[in-house]
């Protein structure tokens, strides 16, 4: 139906919905560590006002923003906040990306080519005077951890172990395995192989995967971002014509997918946006409607806290990992206060975020320790690094430790699979 | 700087503190005479601050009146160079779009509009749809036709502003908030003004040989106290303000004018006018905007740029034209939007006395030329006029960027959203400690150091004259947060608390009157949540019991 | 999924009604759309300052019989509402939130130095027996240096014509000055972070003793206190005279405290909290909700055997208006309210405004209607429903948190 006379209100990113409330500057995790931030109503709907007369009115400073989206989890107003952010950096900025940032930027570049040379490329950034170089050449901050690649990508093990079965399985799924999986924590992926087959689902690979580009959008090498997402929507619609679902195990790669393909890069994904399917709600789902039984480990014990990355907070889709992992009998878990981890993909990476982040993380670590859990349950691989490199605490991912606490054997019989 | 006049003896009197007064008030100093300009408000305060800011190229008049559009491209150049700071250079579009075919305004008319347009001296370019829509992308796209002339934005506070502070660099006293209560007359001759002070009630009498009745419509009853007439009609236009900038170019309508028909980007939001009613002269002191005229403006709006329809309206607010019969004759059968110089000595016989009137904003500069050639001949003053050439003070230069580096090593957005607002003479602005760059207003980018600038240089009596010289409380939250925060340091500066208490009240009370027009969907929202903090948490209500 | 209850909103009144089936045992889930207007409290609740007359008010609980049928306190029942009103104190202290009540309005200072009654007051607000009451002689006036959101002025000239003398003074210390680097973000809720340390506290507490005279009071913004009310207590402790706290331009550290202490409460009891996801509509059969739908979870209903409406008003998107009219965006549910754009204002701001007044329509058991035909597993409660022009009468939190509290005992009643 057409509009009717200002029935709507409607602006770039609901910039005009704002009403001056103040409120998203009172939960920014950025402002409450850093003074050079303009913070949310400053870089966000204020800013963009004056960025709409002119680009004279850029602050490169908003580039401290974090993207961790709680300013539109908490503005009354349904303000995208976060988003008018990240569209003035490319509408505005005049951006070449730094080698550094090209470098983080680039996960799955970089992964294709440390993952046949892990061991060295492990050895090597874990070294003080690579770290040194990292540090004083590229500003990538010495004190971080790298996260650690993998001998064998996904795909391959994929290829070679994986792929001959899946044909058996009448009911079947695509996986968006993202860079992660398949470059640094094969074993996530592997994990969700084996419970989505004892749940009685086959899984497939999409034809092409490209990274998803939410490092590429943070470092603002949008037009790479755009072309890597336009090959991953061709490829899921592709994957979607028989009706089938794409799901994912990263939070960060299915929000940009969803959300971030069409509100900061433009891109109609509305094909493919409702096919994409974080894997935990897709299991819930199943669980629910009787379209699988599932048989878990007697005996199983464990405590886990749970945080709730940004990112999941903004899906909302945290209710289903609650729920699922309260079906674990001897499963105990405990809700962490919802904070920010302060890693935020690359964003901590970078040297002169470094101690920001840490600051911005602390809350949670605190929390964390004091909570002193077997392990820290959450979606999100770049918190994973985080929590792991800050605390002494394990992070799982809620599909792992469902495939450690499901007896999978009977699982596949409940299933016939 | 001259040191302003300290006796009652002046060699002008300039009645009226809109552009037309201010702008006389500007040239007379500048041509070395002693000037006073007295105001019954602020400046800026009548038709000069509600209209579009429309920086016409000329254009809009160049098929029916090309004599206007003569008037218009010469202004238009002559301001760009010296209000450099006040003007925008948007460039703006005359679209034809298709129902314009059935009354006869197709593209034979832009061809028209073309050839007269070029006969006046505006630079006129045809575009196809597919170049206009490039060029503005919020563009009815159903549009035929385009022609690319050069229009523009003028912000109308500032110009009037600075040719106020020229003025008084150049030795002329400044009355605001002192009301006309008599036309001193000696037989057939005007010997000066008698005014009350309205903040302390007191009244004073000033002298001079030649009195200018520049007051715009309430110039009538200006006329009417020195014993003349002066036929005028009060002609009201709406426009409402969007809450950003919708459009970077003026859009009209390649056709005959009619209502709603020009959307002007100026700063930070856009404006769509206007109507043309005619009212009595009872309601030019409380103009409102009707429910009627809101519909209008958004209809006709919506056909220049269809987003319009679904764009947040920030407030709406009418200015009252003062259209006057160009003849002397006092039926007033000819109306004409043109400039009307009287010198009633020659009209009436009545001696010391020059009515400016009629003309646009556009042309406020030329009418105060006009009327101050006038006043020389009267004194026997024999200088030039220099107001085509001479800058206005903070127009020295326009580049924005330039500007705030020469001043600042990393110039913060509200440092360069100043310079903006006053030009070079942001060097004024002194900023120096974190405080004095903090924010007042977070819509507007206005510093603590603006305001302050503004408080002590701007002759600022309470926060909406602040409003008129930096954009406090203009933008989406309309006075929330920053008519407090302002308030706080007026208050600290004057330290009369309970005035500025009062200051608070009016200035949310004047807010209101262009916010209700327009107060559904969020604006009503945040109508509420300001409703709300006034209330509960600052305490300002009306009680019936304190 | 399902729940026992799903509520719809985030504020006071979601999250009272939310704590108290939690606390009951019942599986509850909120879905709040943002933060509510509890982040811009004034440090303090009100049950009814004003009766709709003008009449001002010194017993709420006693003047409720003057109000009309059409007010949600007289539809659930004057005895219920006193009910409520009496077990208020009890239930937010079981939350950790303290608040100092009596039967009789208080009264507490707005940051103009206006005097205003109120029914509980936060520990951050000073709050009176009297208007005349006077803590001290002299007043010491302290803000922080560059702190735009707090008038010292306003306070004074208000303190004078009580007969005491004040003298206002900023406090400057490196920490807090580094806030005001950033242009925009002293606020009073990011001062409240810094002041959460102990070190900072100490010195803003020193300096508070030096430069005091031979004053005998003190009064402070409201910015301490960004987690819990420890920092509060302290400075209370600290400072060696009497505190009075006034309330600061948004965001609002009571207001948001209480919020977070509120959503703490709700999910130690058991209950789900969705933030930041919106209902965008629901399954309706048989005069009954089925399911709800969001915008986060797309298709995926949610479902519950009861729902509750707590969705605020305008500013909390409860209310909706647009060109032409006043609507229940969520539901579609009946309201009551003018047709005619005119009538929804007053010319004065300062005005009673006829918008703040409407709401949904409801019948006695606060069970709103669609086309005229109830919703029987359907509560309203808090500042969506019509009858109440809260901010004239001073009932805003009253309304809130004892419809959510009568909403609650239905719900376990049934």
Same mark, same amino acid.
């Given at each position: 139906?057409? *509009?009717?006379?200002?029935?709507?209100?409607?602006?770039?990113?609901?910039?005009?919905?704002?009403?001056?409330?103040?409120?998203?500057?009172?939960?920014?995790?950025?402002?409450?560590?850093?003074?050079?931030?303009?913070?949310?109503?400053?870089?966000?709907?204020?800013?963009?006002?004056?960025?709409?007369?002119?680009?004279?009115?850029?602050?490169?400073?908003?580039?401290?923003?974090?993207?961790?989206?709680?300013?539109?989890?908490?503005?009354?107003?349904?303000?995208?906040?976060?988003?008018?952010?990240?569209?003035?950096?490319?509408?505005?900025?005049?951006?070449?990306?730094?080698?550094?940032?090209?470098?983080?930027?680039?996960?799955?570049?970089?992964?294709?080519?440390?993952?046949?040379?892990?061991?060295?490329?492990?050895?090597?950034?874990?070294?003080?005077?690579?770290?040194?170089?990292?540090?004083?050449?590229?500003?990538?901050?010495?004190?971080?951890?790298?996260?650690?690649?993998?001998?064998?990508?996904?795909?391959?093990?994929?290829?070679?172990?994986?792929?001959?079965?899946?044909?058996?399985?009448?009911?079947?799924?695509?996986?968006?395995?993202?860079?992660?999986?398949?470059?640094?924590?094969?074993?996530?992926?592997?994990?969700?192989?084996?419970?989505?087959?004892?749940?009685?689902?086959?899984?497939?690979?999409?034809?092409?995967?490209?990274?998803?580009?939410?490092?590429?959008?943070?470092?603002?090498?949008?037009?790479?971002?755009?072309?890597?997402?336009?090959?991953?929507?061709?490829?899921?619609?592709?994957?979607?014509?028989?009706?089938?679902?794409?799901?994912?195990?990263?939070? *960060?790669?299915?929000?940009?997918?969803?959300?971030?393909?069409?509100?900061?890069?433009?891109?109609?994904?509305?094909?493919?946006?409702?096919?994409?399917?974080?894997?935990?709600?897709?299991?819930?789902?199943?669980?629910?409607?009787?379209?699988?039984?599932?048989?878990?480990?007697?005996?199983?014990?464990?405590?886990?806290?749970?945080?709730?990355?940004?990112?999941?907070?903004?899906?909302?889709?945290?209710?289903?990992?609650?729920?699922?992992?309260?079906?674990?009998?001897?499963?105990?878990?405990?809700?962490?206060?919802?904070?920010?981890?302060?890693?935020?993909?690359?964003?901590?990476?970078?040297?002169?975020?470094?101690?920001?982040?840490?600051?911005?993380?602390?809350?949670?670590?605190?929390?964390?320790?004091?909570?002193?859990?077997?392990?820290?349950?959450?979606?999100?691989?770049?918190?994973?690094?985080?929590?792991?490199?800050?605390?002494?605490?394990?992070?799982?991912?809620?599909?792992?430790?469902?495939?450690?606490?499901?007896?999978?054997?009977?699982?596949?019989?409940?299933?016939?699979? | 700087?001259?040191?302003?006049?300290?006796?009652?003896?002046?060699?002008?009197?300039?009645?009226?503190?809109?552009?037309?007064?201010?702008?006389?008030?500007?040239?007379?100093?500048?041509?070395?005479?002693?000037?006073?300009?007295?105001?019954?408000?602020?400046?800026?305060?009548?038709?000069?601050?509600?209209?579009?800011?429309?920086?016409?190229?000329?254009?809009?008049?160049?098929?029916?009146?090309?004599?206007?559009?003569?008037?218009?491209?010469?202004?238009?150049?002559?301001?760009?160079?010296?209000?450099?700071?006040?003007?925008?250079?948007?460039?703006?579009?005359?679209?034809?779009?298709?129902?314009?075919?059935?009354?006869?305004?197709?593209?034979?008319?832009?061809?028209?509009?073309?050839?007269?347009?070029?006969?006046?001296?505006?630079?006129?370019?045809?575009?196809?749809?597919?170049?206009?829509?490039?060029?503005?992308?919020?563009? /009815?796209?159903?549009?035929?036709?385009?022609?690319?002339?050069?229009?523009?934005?003028?912000?109308?506070?500032?110009?009037?502003?600075?040719?106020?502070?020229?003025?008084?660099?150049?030795?002329?006293?400044? =009355?605001?908030?002192?009301?006309?209560?008599?036309?001193?007359?000696?037989?057939?001759?005007?010997?000066?003004?008698?005014?009350?002070?309205?903040?302390?009630?007191?009244?004073?009498?000033?002298?001079?040989?030649?009195?200018?009745?520049?007051?715009?419509?309430?110039?009538?009853?200006?006329?009417?106290?020195?014993?003349?007439?002066?036929?005028?009609?009060?002609?009201?236009?709406?426009?409402?303000?969007?809450?950003?900038?919708?459009? /970077?170019?003026?859009?009209?309508?390649?056709?005959?004018?009619? &209502?709603?028909?020009?959307?002007?980007?100026?700063?930070?939001?856009?404006?769509?006018?206007?109507?043309?009613?005619?009212?009595?002269?009872?309601?030019?002191?409380?103009?409102?905007?009707?429910?009627?005229?809101?519909?209008?403006? =958004?209809?006709?709006?919506?056909?220049?740029?269809?987003?319009?329809?679904?764009?947040?309206?920030?407030?709406?607010?009418?200015?009252?034209?003062?259209?006057?019969?160009?003849?002397?004759?006092?039926?007033?059968?000819?109306?004409?939007?043109?400039?009307?110089?009287?010198?009633?000595?020659?009209?009436?016989?009545?001696?010391?006395?020059?009515?400016?009137?009629?003309?646009?904003?556009?042309?406020?500069?030329?009418?105060?030329?006009?009327?101050?050639?006038?006043?020389?001949?009267?004194?026997?003053?024999?200088?030039?006029?220099?107001?085509?050439?001479?800058?206005?003070?903070?127009?020295?230069?326009?580049?924005?960027?330039?500007?705030?580096?020469? =001043?600042?090593?990393?110039?913060?957005?509200?440092?360069?959203?100043?310079?903006?607002?006053?030009?070079?003479?942001?060097?004024?602005?002194?900023?120096?400690?974190?405080?004095?760059?903090?924010?007042?207003?977070?819509?507007?980018?206005?510093?603590?150091?603006?305001?302050?600038?503004?408080? &002590?240089?701007?002759?600022?009596? /309470?926060?909406?004259?602040?409003?008129?010289?930096?954009?406090?409380?203009?933008?989406?939250?309309?006075?929330?947060?920053?008519?407090?925060?302002?308030?706080?340091?007026?208050?600290?500066?004057?330290?009369?608390?309970?005035?500025?208490?009062?200051?608070?009240?009016?200035?949310?009370?004047?807010?209101?009157?262009? =916010?209700?027009?327009?107060?559904?969907?969020?604006?009503?929202?945040?109508?509420?949540?300001?409703?709300?903090?006034?209330?509960?948490?600052?305490?300002?209500?009306?009680?019936?019991?304190? | 999924?399902?729940?026992?209850?799903?509520?719809?909103?985030?504020?006071?009144?979601? !999250?009272?009604?939310?704590?108290?089936?939690?606390?009951?045992?019942?599986?509850?889930?909120?879905?709040?759309?943002?933060?509510?207007?509890?982040?811009?409290?004034?440090?303090?609740?009100?049950?009814?300052?004003? !009766?709709?007359?003008?009449?001002?008010?010194?017993?709420?609980?006693?003047?409720?019989?003057?109000?009309?049928?059409?007010?949600?306190?007289?539809?659930?029942?004057?005895?219920?509402? %006193?009910?409520?009103?009496?077990?208020?104190?009890?239930?937010?202290?079981?939350?950790?939130?303290?608040?100092?009540?009596?039967?009789?309005?208080?009264?507490?200072?707005?940051?103009?130095?206006?005097?205003?009654?109120?029914?509980?007051?936060?520990?951050?607000?000073?709050?009176?027996?009297?208007?005349?009451?006077?803590?001290?002689?002299?007043? #010491?006036?302290?803000?922080?240096?560059?702190?735009?959101?707090?008038?010292?002025?306003?306070?004074?000239?208000?303190?004078?014509?009580?007969?005491?003398?004040?003298?206002?003074?900023?406090?400057?210390?490196?920490?807090?000055?580094?806030?005001?680097?950033?242009?925009?973000?002293?606020?009073?809720?990011?001062?409240? !972070?810094?002041?959460?340390?102990?070190?900072?506290?100490?010195?803003?507490?020193?300096?508070?003793? %030096?430069?005091?005279?031979? @004053?005998?009071?003190?009064?402070?913004?409201?910015?301490?206190?960004? @987690?819990?009310? %420890?920092?509060?207590?302290?400075?209370?402790?600290?400072?060696?005279?009497?505190?009075?706290?006034?309330?600061? #331009?948004?965001?609002?550290?009571?207001?948001?405290?209480?919020?977070?202490?509120?959503?703490?409460?709700? @999910?130690?009891?058991?209950?789900?909290?969705?933030?930041?996801?919106?209902?965008?509509?629901?399954?309706?059969?048989?005069?009954?909700?089925?399911?709800? #739908?969001?915008?986060?979870?797309?298709?995926?209903?949610?479902?519950?055997?009861?729902?509750?409406?707590?969705?605020?008003?305008?500013?909390?998107?409860?209310?909706?208006?647009?060109?032409?009219?006043?609507?229940?965006?969520?539901?579609?549910?009946?309201?009551?309210?003018?047709?005619?754009?005119?009538?929804?204002?007053?010319?004065?701001?300062?005005? %009673?405004?006829?918008?703040?007044?409407?709401?949904?329509?409801?019948?006695?058991? !606060?069970?709103?209607?669609?086309?005229?035909?109830?919703?029987?597993?359907?509560?309203?409660?808090?500042?969506?429903?019509?009858?109440?022009?809260?901010?004239?009468?001073?009932?805003?939190?009253?309304?809130?948190?004892?419809?959510?509290?009568?909403?609650?005992?239905?719900?376990?009643?049934?």
């Amino acid at each position: 139906m057409e *509009t009717k006379m200002q029935e709507k209100n409607i602006s770039a990113n609901e910039l005009e919905q704002c009403v001056k409330c103040t409120v998203c500057t009172a939960y920014c995790p950025v402002l409450k560590v850093s003074v050079i931030y303009p913070g949310p109503k400053q870089s966000g709907p204020d800013g963009e006002r004056y960025r709409l007369k002119s680009s004279l009115f850029m602050d490169n400073n908003i580039k401290y923003c974090l993207n961790c989206k709680r300013c539109e989890v908490v503005c009354p107003s349904g303000v995208k906040i976060a988003d008018i952010i990240h569209s003035a950096r490319e509408t505005y900025g005049r951006q070449i990306p730094k080698v550094r940032d090209f470098i983080l930027a680039s996960t799955d570049l970089m992964g294709s080519v440390a993952s046949p040379f892990a061991p060295v490329v492990n050895a090597v950034t874990g070294l003080g005077a690579t770290k040194f170089v990292l540090d004083k050449v590229m500003a990538i901050d010495h004190r971080r951890t790298f996260p650690k690649y993998s001998g064998t990508k996904f795909e391959t093990w994929f290829r070679k172990e994986a792929a001959p079965v899946q044909g058996t399985f009448k009911k079947r799924v695509s996986y968006f395995h993202g860079c992660y999986v398949n470059y640094n924590y094969p074993q996530l992926g592997k994990d969700f192989v084996t419970l989505m087959n004892a749940l009685g689902v086959g899984v497939d690979l999409l034809e092409k995967e490209r990274c998803c580009g939410v490092a590429k959008i943070s470092s603002g090498m949008f037009d790479t971002a755009r072309k890597h997402a336009r090959i991953n929507i061709a490829s899921m619609e592709k994957a979607m014509s028989d009706g089938r679902k794409v799901l994912t195990t990263s939070t *960060t790669c299915t929000l940009t997918m969803k959300d971030e393909y069409p509100d900061i890069l433009g891109l109609d994904n509305t094909s493919v946006k409702d096919g994409i399917v974080l894997a935990i709600r897709y299991i819930y789902e199943m669980l629910e409607k009787g379209e699988a039984k599932i048989a878990f480990k007697e005996g199983y014990r464990a405590r886990a806290a749970y945080h709730v990355p940004c990112h999941m907070e903004k899906m909302g889709l945290s209710i289903f990992t609650r729920k699922l992992l309260k079906m674990i009998p001897g499963m105990e878990l405990v809700s962490l206060d919802s904070n920010c981890c302060g890693i935020a993909g690359t964003y901590g990476f970078k040297k002169e975020n470094y101690a920001r982040s840490q600051a911005i993380g602390k809350a949670l670590f605190d929390n964390i320790n004091a909570v002193n859990p077997d392990f820290v349950a959450c979606e999100c691989e770049t918190c994973k690094w985080q929590i792991e490199m800050s605390t002494a605490y394990k992070v799982k991912n809620p599909v792992s430790i469902l495939a450690e606490a499901v007896d999978i054997e009977k699982t596949k019989k409940l299933n016939n699979a | 700087m001259i040191p302003a006049q300290t006796t009652n003896d002046f060699d002008v009197i300039i009645i009226g503190g809109g552009i037309t007064g201010t702008g006389t008030a500007r040239d007379c100093a500048l041509r070395g005479l002693r000037v006073l300009l007295v105001e019954r408000d602020d400046i800026a305060t009548g038709a000069t601050g509600r209209n579009h800011g429309l920086l016409h190229s000329g254009a809009r008049y160049a098929v029916k009146d090309s004599e206007s559009a003569e008037e218009c491209i010469r202004e238009n150049t002559i301001l760009r160079k010296i209000a450099a700071h006040c003007v925008e250079d948007t460039q703006g579009l005359f679209i034809t779009l298709p129902e314009d075919e059935e009354i006869g305004y197709g593209l034979d008319y832009q061809k028209q509009f073309i050839d007269a347009c070029t006969r006046a001296g505006i630079k006129a370019t045809a575009m196809d749809p597919r170049e206009a829509i490039a060029m503005e992308p919020s563009v /009815n796209p159903a549009l035929i036709g385009a022609v690319q002339v050069p229009d523009g934005s003028v912000d109308p506070f500032r110009l009037c502003s600075a040719n106020l502070v020229d003025a008084k660099l150049h030795g002329a006293k400044v =009355l605001t908030y002192h009301e006309l209560v008599e036309i001193i007359r000696e037989g057939d001759t005007v010997r000066g003004v008698r005014v009350r002070n309205k903040t302390t009630g007191q009244t004073s009498a000033y002298f001079a040989p030649v009195t200018v009745n520049a007051a715009g419509i309430w110039g009538h009853q200006v006329a009417e106290m020195a014993g003349v007439h002066v036929g005028m009609y009060p002609a009201k236009g709406a426009l409402l303000i969007f809450a950003h900038r919708v459009n /970077n170019v003026v859009i009209n309508r390649c056709r005959k004018s009619a &209502d709603g028909d020009i959307l002007v980007p100026g700063d930070t939001v856009s404006v769509i006018g206007t109507t043309s009613t005619k009212i009595p002269f009872e309601e030019c002191d409380d103009v409102r905007v009707t429910p009627e005229e809101v519909d209008l403006m =958004l209809r006709e709006g919506s056909r220049l740029a269809p987003s319009l329809m679904t764009t947040r309206v920030l407030r709406a607010y009418a200015g009252v034209r003062p259209l006057v019969s160009a003849d002397n004759d006092p039926t007033g059968r000819n109306i004409s939007r043109g400039i009307v110089c009287l010198d009633h000595e020659k009209r009436d016989g009545l001696r010391g006395f020059i009515t400016i009137t009629g003309g646009k904003l556009m042309t406020y500069r030329l009418m105060a030329e006009m009327a101050t050639d006038a006043v020389c001949e009267k004194l026997g003053v024999t200088v030039g006029c220099s107001t085509a050439t001479t800058p206005l003070p903070g127009s020295e230069s326009s580049d924005i960027k330039e500007i705030s580096k020469k =001043l600042w090593k990393m110039p913060t957005i509200a440092q360069k959203a100043s310079v903006g607002r006053v030009g070079t003479r942001a060097s004024q602005i002194k900023a120096d400690d974190r405080f004095e760059r903090s924010l007042v207003c977070e819509c507007e980018q206005v510093s603590v150091a603006e305001v302050r600038s503004a408080m &002590d240089n701007l002759d600022v009596h /309470n926060l909406v004259d602040l409003r008129r010289r930096t954009r406090v409380g203009m933008g989406t939250c309309q006075g929330q947060l920053c008519a407090c925060r302002a308030a706080g340091l007026l208050g600290k500066n004057r330290l009369c608390v309970k005035k500025e208490r009062e200051d608070l009240a009016s200035f949310m009370e004047e807010r209101w009157k262009g =916010l209700r027009p327009v107060a559904w969907g969020d604006a009503l929202r945040g109508a509420e949540l300001s409703a709300w903090e006034y209330s509960e948490v600052l305490g300002f209500d009306k009680e019936d019991e304190q | 999924m399902k729940f026992d209850t799903i509520i719809i909103g985030g504020g006071l009144s979601a !999250l009272t009604c939310g704590i108290k089936l939690a606390k009951a045992g019942r599986d509850c889930l909120i879905i709040a759309s943002g933060e509510s207007a509890l982040s811009f409290n004034s440090g303090s609740f009100g049950l009814l300052s004003r !009766l709709p007359d003008g009449t001002a008010v010194e017993e709420p609980l006693k003047a409720i019989e003057q109000l009309p049928s059409s007010h949600p306190y007289v539809k659930i029942g004057i005895d219920n509402t %006193r009910r409520y009103a009496a077990s208020a104190k009890e239930f937010f202290a079981d939350c950790g939130i303290s608040l100092r009540g009596t039967e009789r309005n208080l009264w507490r200072y707005t940051s103009s130095g206006k005097m205003k009654r109120c029914w509980l007051a936060m520990e951050d607000t000073t709050a009176f027996v009297s208007r005349e009451d006077k803590v001290g002689d002299k007043a #010491l006036i302290v803000t922080v240096k560059g702190f735009q959101d707090f008038f010292p002025g306003f306070v004074a000239e208000s303190l004078e014509k009580k007969g005491i003398s004040c003298r206002c003074e900023s406090i400057e210390l490196d920490e807090l000055d580094m806030l005001r680097s950033n242009a925009s973000e002293m606020r009073a809720t990011n001062i409240a !972070l810094t002041m959460e340390k102990d070190k900072i506290r100490k010195s803003f507490v020193k300096e508070i003793s %030096r430069i005091r005279q031979d @004053e005998d009071m003190l009064i402070l913004p409201q910015i301490f206190g960004y @987690e819990d009310t %420890r920092a509060l207590e302290d400075i209370r402790k600290a400072v060696g005279m009497p505190v009075t706290f006034i309330s600061t #331009l948004m965001p609002s550290v009571p207001g948001i405290r209480t919020q977070k202490m509120l959503k703490k409460a709700f @999910e130690a009891a058991g209950g789900t909290l969705m933030m930041g996801d919106c209902v965008t509509g629901a399954v309706i059969e048989g005069g009954k909700i089925k399911s709800v #739908l969001t915008s986060n979870l797309g298709s995926y209903g949610l479902e519950a055997d009861n729902f509750v409406l707590a969705t605020g008003s305008f500013f909390g998107k409860g209310l909706a208006s647009d060109f032409t009219k006043i609507y229940e965006p969520v539901l579609g549910l009946d309201v009551d309210a003018s047709e005619k754009r005119d009538e929804w204002y007053s010319s004065s701001f300062f005005d %009673r405004q006829a918008f703040i007044g409407f709401g949904v329509k409801t019948d006695n058991d !606060l069970h709103p209607s669609r086309d005229g035909e109830a919703i029987s597993n359907l509560y309203a409660a808090g500042s969506v429903l019509s009858g109440a022009e809260s901010l004239y009468e001073g009932s805003g939190a009253g309304v809130a948190i004892i419809t959510a509290m009568y909403a609650a005992d239905k719900i376990l009643e049934g």
